[in-house]
């Protein structure tokens, strides 16, 4: 079966037997989400962090202590994304198949918003997306724009990028400006110097894509900003999504499209 075609279920049960993969073009209709879980002394702070700085940081749903689902995503967060990275005093010490072991009864689970939930409306209007021409992940920048702190939380905008044809920017700031819960409009286009990107061919996050004569790279606010937080503060305990493999919900896209 095509993975486009898999739900949302389907998809949590392959990755719990251990399939490994980007997300890109999963699930198709479903919204895919970034996973931060910190410790609940740091909860009150990350949502501050997120109210701050909303369209990188969009909180689609938030678990309990110990937790290990939430209202959007009945599986195992644990075990049902396809690659999880976990952090030790800011630094990123490892990267896992699952994290049952590390999962502490202190950790409060984080869902925020993917653009990859707009993909498909890119898609509809005729915008190329061109990692998933490809079949890679998405490219992501860490920039030297600075996100509003929050108590012992702060750190650089993390952004995505989609390379667009000229003629089709505008239909793409309209498209993905209907999903605010999702990072919205462009953050930036143009010239990736400006905020820091010294060389689209060697992203932070993810793989690089082509990016051809009579296209503009166009930058969202990406959802790996919290873990970007996590290293610029040091936090001593986190767990997040491997970036580019999400974790896919049971919430359907059209619910965060908002015009």
């Not at 996973?35 to 009150?44: D, F, G, N, S």
Request: hydrophobic share 40%; charged share 20%.
């Amino acid at each position: 079966m095509d993975v486009a075609d898999l739900s949302p279920a389907q998809a949590r049960e392959r990755f719990r037997a251990g399939q490994r993969a980007p997300t890109a073009g999963w699930c198709r209709g479903w919204t895919q989400a970034n996973l931060i879980a910190v410790p609940k002394a740091l909860r009150y702070e990350l949502l501050l962090f997120a109210h701050h700085n909303p369209q990188a940081c969009p909180v689609l749903d938030v678990g309990e202590p110990g937790a290990w689902n939430t209202r959007l995503f009945p599986g195992d967060l644990r075990t049902d994304l396809p690659g999880y990275r976990l952090y030790r005093d800011g630094v990123p010490v490892a990267d896992l198949d699952d994290v049952v072991a590390e999962w502490r009864a202190d950790l409060v689970p984080f869902l925020i918003g993917c653009s990859f939930t707009f993909e498909r409306a890119l898609l509809a209007e005729g915008v190329p997306v061109r990692h998933l021409e490809m079949g890679t992940n998405v490219p992501m920048y860490v920039t030297n724009v600075p996100c509003r702190a929050a108590g012992r939380l702060s750190g650089p905008l993390v952004v995505s990028m989609r390379p667009v044809p000229r003629d089709l920017v505008p239909a793409a700031v309209e498209v993905t400006g209907r999903y605010p819960m999702v990072h919205g409009s462009p953050v930036h286009t143009g010239d990736p110097a400006a905020i820091g990107i010294r060389d689209l061919g060697e992203p932070d996050f993810g793989d690089p894509v082509e990016v051809r004569t009579g296209e503009v790279p166009l930058f969202w606010a990406c959802g790996v900003t919290p873990q970007a937080a996590i290293m610029a503060s040091g936090v001593e305990y986190a767990i997040g999504h491997l970036p580019g493999h999400m974790a896919i919900t049971d919430a359907r896209d059209e619910d965060y499209r908002v015009a």
